[in-house]
Every structure is written in structure tokens, then in C-alpha cells.
Nanobody, 122 residues
Framework: QLQASGGGLVQAGGSLRLSCAASGRTFSGYTRGWFRQAPGKEREFVAALTWSGGSTYYADSVKGRFTISRDNAKNTVYLQMNSLKPEDTAVYYC?????????????????WGQGTLVTVSS
């Protein structure tokens, strides 16, 4: 139901835009989240966008460089990543959870995409 795309290989300082398309239903009332998992590390929160009010939240490590947004008509959420660093290298996952169902940073989301690999070379 969630299809992530847009990953790839980019040099440090470059940009990528990840997309996550939801299918089957609109998922109104659901927070959209992005997480990432680097090799040998735990999955970590990157960004979230609530359905109600459109509030955005970012991990400190990406604040000012990444932007989460959505296109309701396309049922798609995006993660624009600028000024990429080698430490941003990871598999990026999109996820959905009901608004107000707990901390957006907690990976207890209801639906997950399959992940897309982002590799940033130095």
C-alpha cells in the first residue's frame, strides 16, 4: 500500500527527492513519516507531517536540510533532501500512523513502505 522511490547514489552536497505513494485508500487522518536505517544501526526518525494541521517535525540531524511535504491529489508524500552528507546514507522508509496516536518519533507506525536506498559519497 506504500511505495517508496527516488533513492540513488549522490555526491556529498547534492540533493534527492524521495516519494512515497499510497494506494488503496486516502489515509486521511494519518501522519506521514520518514525513517531511515543505516547498516548496523537502529531505524531512526527523520521527519513527520501530520494530516490535521499539516504540522512538520524533523530530527535535529536533518533540520534545515530536509523538507517533508505532501500532495493530497496524488496521495503522495515527499522528502526533499538537500546538502546531503555521507552520514545520510541509509535505507529510507515511509510510514503512516493515525494522528494523535503517540509520538511521531516512535517507529510504532501502522503501515510501512518497502524502503529506498540512499547512498551519499564523499
Amino acid at each position: 500500500q506504500l511505495q517508496a522511490s527516488g533513492g540513488g547514489l549522490v555526491q556529498a552536497g547534492g540533493s534527492l527527492r524521495l516519494s512515497c505513494a499510497a494506494s488503496g485508500r486516502t489515509f486521511s487522518g494519518y501522519t506521514r513519516g520518514w525513517f531511515r536505517q543505516a547498516p548496523g544501526k537502529e531505524r531512526e526518525f527523520v521527519a513527520a507531517l501530520t494530516w490535521s494541521g499539516g504540522s512538520t517535525y524533523y530530527a535535529d540531524s536533518v533540520k534545515g536540510r530536509f523538507t517533508i511535504s505532501r500532495d493530497n491529489a496524488k496521495n503522495t508524500v515527499y522528502l526533499q533532501m538537500n546538502s546531503l552528507k555521507p552520514e545520510d546514507t541509509a535505507v529510507y522508509y515511509c510510514a503512516l500512523k493515525r494522528d494523535y496516536s503517540g509520538s511521531y518519533q516512535n517507529p510504532q507506525y501502522d503501515y510501512w513502505g518497502q524502503g529506498t536506498l540512499v547512498t551519499v559519497s564523499s
